[in-house]
């Protein structure tokens, strides 16, 4: 058993990847992970990963620090972003409206023609007719 245990602790470690802790490094900054002692060796021998671990404290720092800064607009930007939004929702319900009232310009072009049309029928109808009553006086 002590044999196993000195093999086990003579027995190489395979070394981590710049990749492999990179990938690692946003939870352990973060803190919702903890390095082991493999990823801390690694970092302290790799100027690399040195690099990649500053790089997200600085980017957490910022978050951060825009969690409690508020930003002003320019003045006029909000006035302007709101005027741009009433000019779109007006334009989109003229363009509702023109589209109803094409459809309802067809509609009523149809009920005209079909009236027309019917006329036109009632016309050539009474003028038949009128037609063979003359004819039937005449004879």
Do not use: W
């Not at 690692?24 to 082991?36: F, S």
């Amino acid at each position: 058993m002590q044999s196993d245990q000195r093999d086990h602790q003579r027995r190489p470690t395979r070394r981590l990847t710049c990749e492999e802790v990179a990938a690692a490094l946003p939870a352990i900054v973060d803190g919702t992970e903890r390095a082991d002692r493999r990823i801390q060796h690694h970092v302290t021998t790799c100027l690399r990963c040195q690099a990649e671990l500053v790089h997200y404290r600085k980017l957490l720092r910022a978050l951060r620090q825009l969690r409690t800064e508020y930003l002003e607009p320019a003045p006029g930007v909000l006035s302007g972003i709101l005027a741009n939004l009433e000019e779109a929702g007006e334009r989109g319900a003229i363009r509702s409206l023109l589209s109803g009232k094409r459809a309802a310009y067809i509609g009523g072009v149809a009920v005209a023609a079909t009236a027309a049309g019917a006329a036109g029928t009632l016309v050539l109808v009474s003028r038949a007719s009128n037609k063979r009553k003359g004819m039937r006086l005449a004879g």
